[in-house]
């Protein structure tokens, strides 16, 4: 007898596994492998044998779509620590812009194109997932782990920091 593991619990059963829930795990179990929580669905617990074995659908079902989405996550993660660590300007400039009208201070940090350029390359990093966009990375081309050197990422326009 033996179980899958899976978070997902996604109702698809291939015997002689069933589906359950991670919490049957207990101090009688096997240490569970390394990667267990990062690839849920990879490994089936051989309770006759004690021990995990890799699931023999685990290739067929889970295993793209978990490196899909792992590249996916991974870009986004990227794209969205490159949009925070600009926004502080973004916010910047829309709070000069309202001490220039009470008369408080005379000019914004940032020129009118330059602003309009932070925005578009802003713009730029959202559409990085969007596969109608010039600045999409299409994650089909990306080795997993992804090769954050290997992506190309949309520029940051010149001369604003």
């Not at 919490?23 to 051989?46: R, W």
């Not at 021990?51 to 899909?68: G, M, R």
């Not at 969007?130 to 080795?143: E, G, M, Q, R, V």
């Amino acid at each position: 007898m033996a179980f899958i593991l899976n978070r997902r619990n996604s109702g698809i059963q291939y015997p002689p596994f069933e589906f359950v829930e991670k919490e049957v795990v207990n101090s009688n179990c096997p240490p569970l492998p390394e990667d267990f929580a990062l690839i849920p669905g990879k490994y089936a617990l051989d309770c006759d044998n004690n021990a995990w074995v890799l699931n023999p659908e685990y290739e067929k079902t889970f295993h793209l779509v978990d490196v899909a989405v792992a590249k996916l996550a991974a870009i986004r993660a990227i794209r969205d620590g490159k949009i925070e660590s600009c926004m502080w300007l973004v916010q910047r400039h829309a709070q000069e812009k309202m001490l220039m009208e009470s008369g408080r201070v005379e000019k914004t940090t940032l020129r009118r194109m330059d602003y309009e350029a932070l925005l578009v390359y802003i713009q730029d990093l959202r559409d990085v997932t969007n596969p109608a966009s010039p600045s999409y990375i299409d994650i089909a081309t990306l080795s997993y782990p992804v090769d954050m050197e290997a992506v190309t990422w949309p520029e940051m326009p010149s001369g604003i920091f």
